[in-house]
């Protein structure tokens, strides 16, 4: 039986945007295991976002208990939030959130150098197949380049949990795919707990469990018996 | 938006203010001696006898040009004021006893004038009387021609002639020490021994009358009776000073403000464009939505407009506040009966209009820009930055230079020439600080050269007129003293060419001590036998050099022309000073005499020396040197504290509002990526260090810069301060430096602590999801 590293218990979370009332989560019970790769899928709006920020400590629930192996999220305060995200866990963004005045391996090196146990940045551009680019800026490479030294930078510092929101968000169909691979990759060569955010339902048949949202809930489950390789979705 | 928009506004109304302050009080103080001047009849020539008859003074008033001729009596006069060990000393002046003065009119504070032929009624000027807390009836003794007789005050009077009262050997005014006595005419004739005669007159001219010759005729008429030259108003001693106090303000109002103003023009017209630029989003936005040019500009331009129109209004109340405070202060050092105050509205304008342009040229500028893209394309974020690697080396990453650091200076290198302005205006807030600040090394300086290492005696007696060698040794054996030196005064008038001068030549013994003389480098010199030495001010009026021939026309004593050499040019902050040592004085005057003896002496016997002077008749004046210094500090130092005080608080608060704007801009533009950081686990301090570290670098690549403004600036001030009167030495202690960049750091440092707190309120989330 896999360890959990992610357990969360009647989790809500409300926001006051003027007048209204937005009840972004209303209720969401999960558990993530080591190792496994999880797809959250939903519609945007559906809440998937707000629960990855809460899970990656960057925002809190309104209600609700979440854990990270033994640690109790709701109670840390910002600086508590801040080791947790630093020595933790690791991000990837739909719009990349490079550092544009650093090179590639400068912007992985941002996070090596504050890391617990990192991995040298050179060979994490290498696992993401980007040897050749280090010394480019991003202004200097695609968008699918660019993704992909995020995930370099994500996974150099060796994190517990990779969360990563709409990874393929911006990016065609076919640089899509590299990005997935990508992930793919780490998560069977290393074994990082990984959660994945889309809106895109091919994508779902890499993970090991897919997680359905909607209107602030989880409202559904399934289990892959057989995942897709990257190389073979589409969309 | 508004902290910062308030602090645009502060540093528009920091120009503004200086502007409009010095110049309101400048002018005020103008327009007020002017109308001084001219209700009280001010006199335009002065001339002093020994005796003349008063049918000469009828033939002065006949001289072509004139408008009126007074002649009267004046004799000094030791004084015994209860309540005041040493001795002061009165400058008594005849009221006509026959109707009112018809020039120098008096303007009565308290009581009347004298009553005619009454010895022992005086009217006496306001800064004794309230010095000693003198009103109407009060009574002290004076030494008049040898016999100590008790005067009475009748009243209390303020005159255009002596504005500033200067004792004879004193450096800066003293009234506790130094009284002018009205007296009846008949009273002081029968006094001093003049019935039917006068001693000195005062003439006034008519419009249009060349004052030279007005001048030359006098002296012509008064030559034989012993006159040592007339003075024209500008040599009058209480003009000369009133008018070297303006100068000094004319000084500081031409120098300070414009280039207050021009900085904080400077710096609005940067801040303005950059915050125009961050509005690039919303511009492309107006434009794709079918609004012109115009209605977007304009909207921009208003915006501008009113934290421009705020900061200068302001400007103007702090200045005209400001301004007024000066002015009252100078208006009760110089016991002004009345303050003119004087708005000139062109100042208001210049200072309005060159704030509006700078603000609205920068806002134009960057709207322009914005403008001039496709809608499409300003909606988008600026293009990506071209960045250049300058720091790690290639290859290898480099740990010496942490990646948060290397952010910074990227930052600051892609884009030179707004990081190189933004330092010149940390720099030229430096810069003001200095030049605010260094008044007081130069004053200090003054001061130490003036005090401690030439004038270093204890008093310095001056005698009633000439007197014989044997007074040296009365002043010697007189209780306590313990080294008495000579002096002697003749009044000349040098000329060299076309340029003359009237001045004093003091003679001196080669062995002086007491009171020394300094060459160019500060070092004290023994007099050369014979020859002339000039200071510089004397040197670079007459064009002379070391070595060159001077003509001297003596004025008093043996008339008559000398042919004197400038042995030696020498240094000397305060008048027009020439030496020469006492023995070759004589041969050139034929004959040994004293005007008067420095001394140094025993504190322990001050008292019974005072007694002893006080009834000295041959003994016209005292002057104390602790005396002098205090009085020095305490009017230089409050005239310059309150100007300086102004400008140092102006200036910081331009400092603070560089570094301020800057930090928030560089906040603003690189928002995305700070919270980019905190969300990949970096701490607020991590955070706030890359801007700290560009601001950091920016204020220290300011500091040469800002030293080398401040030296300049400083120079010129210093330049403009000087006049016959008294020159201030340019000075700059290494401490002043240190100083004002301490106070540049410091508006850093909380510029940055307090622009970190909004890096603390960074919206992490809203940056995930908006496109870099």
Known sequence: ?????????????????????????????????????????????????????????????????????????????????????????????????????????????????????????DTA???????????????????????????????????????????????????????????????????????????????????HRVMMFGDGRITGTQVNTRRKQPSEISW | MWAQALAIALV????????????????????????????????????????????????????????????????????????????????AVSVPDLGEPRLNLLHLREGRLPERERTDEVTINEGFAKAHDMHVGATFQALLNGKKRELKVVGVALSPEFIYALGPGDLMPDDRRFAILWMSEKALAALFDLDGAFNSISLKLLPGTSQAEAVKQVDDLLARYGGTGALARKDQLSHAFLDAELRQLDALRRVMPPIFLLVSAFLINMTLSRMVALEREQIGLLKALGYGPLPIVAHYIKVVLAITLFGIAIGYVAGAWLGKGLTRLYGDFFHFPFLVFRHDADIYVIAAGVSVVAAVAGALKAVREVLALAPAVAMQPPAAPRYRKLLGAGGRSSTLV??????????????????????????????????????????????????????????????????????????????????????????VRLRNGHASRQLSIIGKPRDMDLSRVLDLDDRPIELPPSGLVVNERVASILNLRKGDAVEAEILEGRRGTRQLVVAEVIKSYFGLTAFMTIDALDRVMYGPRLSGVHIAYDVERQDNLFKAIKSTPGIGSIALQRHALTRFRETIAQNINY??????????????????????????????????????????????????????????????????????????????????????????????????????????????????????????????????
């Open chain 1, 1 to 121: 039986m896999a360890d959990v590293v992610f357990e969360a218990k009647g989790l809500t979370k409300t926001y006051r945007n003027g007048e209204v009332e937005v009840h972004a989560l209303a209720g969401v019970d999960l558990q993530l295991f080591a190792g496994e790769l999880v797809v959250l899928l939903g519609p945007s709006g559906s809440g998937k976002s707000t629960l990855l920020n809460i899970l990656g400590g960057l925002d809190h629930a309104s209600t609700g208990m979440v854990r990270f192996q033994d640690e109790d999220l709701s109670g840390l305060d910002d600086a508590g939030l801040t080791a947790y995200r630093r020595d933790h866990v690791g991000f990837v963004f739909q719009f990349y959130n490079l550092i544009p005045s650093l090179t590639a391996r400068e912007n992985v090196n941002l996070v090596t150098e504050i890391a617990r146990r990192p991995m040298p940045a």
């Open chain 1, 125 to 207: 551009l290498e696992l993401v197949g980007l040897a050749g680019r280090m010394e480019h800026f991003p202004a200097q490479m695609s968008g699918g380049e660019q993704q992909r030294v995020a995930i370099a930078r994500a996974i150099a510092k060796q994190p517990d949990v990779l969360l990563c929101d709409e990874p393929t968000g911006a990016l065609d169909s076919k640089t899509g795919v590299r990005v997935l691979e990508a992930l793919s990759q780490i998560n069977n060569e290393l074994g990082t707990t990984t959660a994945l955010i889309t809106h895109n339902a091919a994508i779902k048949d890499m993970a």
């Open chain 2, 12 to 91: 528009i109304a920091s120009g503004v203010a200086t502007f409009v302050l010095a110049s309101g009080a400048y002018h005020s103080l103008e327009e007020t001696r002017a109308a001084y001047y001219l209700r009280y009849r001010f006199a335009d020539i002065f001339a002093e006898v020994r005796r003349a008859p008063k049918a000469v003074a009828d033939r002065i008033a006949a001289i072509p040009g004139l408008a009126a001729a007074e002649p009267r009596i004046t004799h000094l006069a030791l004084l015994d004021v209860p309540g005041l060990a040493e001795p002061a000393t009165g400058r």
């Open chain 2, 402 to 491: 942490s990646q948060l650091t290397t952010m910074s200076v990227r930052h600051m290198i892609r884009r030179p020439l707004r990081a190189g302005a933004t330092s010149l205006g940390i720099a030229m807030g430096l810069g003001l600080l200095v030049t605010a600040l260094l008044s007081f090394d130069s004053v200090e300086h003054m001061i130490d050269i003036a005090f401690f290492r030439t004038e270093r005696q204890h008093a310095t007696l001056t005698f009633t007129d000439e007197k014989h060698q044997r007074a040296l040794q009365s002043v010697e054996q007189m209780p306590g003293v313990l080294r008495a030196e000579p002096y002697r005064s003749v009044a």
């Open chain 2, 643 to 772: 100007s300086v005080t102004i400008y140092v608080t102006l200036a910081v608060i331009i400092a603070f509002g560089v570094v301020y704007n800057s930090a928030r801009i560089q906040l603003s533009e690189h928002a995305r990526e700070l919270a980019s950081l905190r969300v990949l686990g970096f701490t607020r301090g991590e955070v706030s260090r890359v801007l700290f570290t560009e601001l950091v670098l920016l204020t220290v690549l300011a500091i040469p810069p800002g030293w080398m403004m401040g030296y300049g600036f400083g120079w010129l001030l210093i330049k403009a301060f000087s006049s016959d009167l008294y020159r201030v030495p340019f000075v700059i202690e290494p401490a002043t430096y240190a100083k004002a960049t301490l106070v540049v750091l410091a508006a850093t440092v909380t510029s940055a602590l307090i622009v970190r707190k909004r890096i603390d309120r960074l919206d992490l989330i809203a940056v995930l999801k908006t496109r870099d």
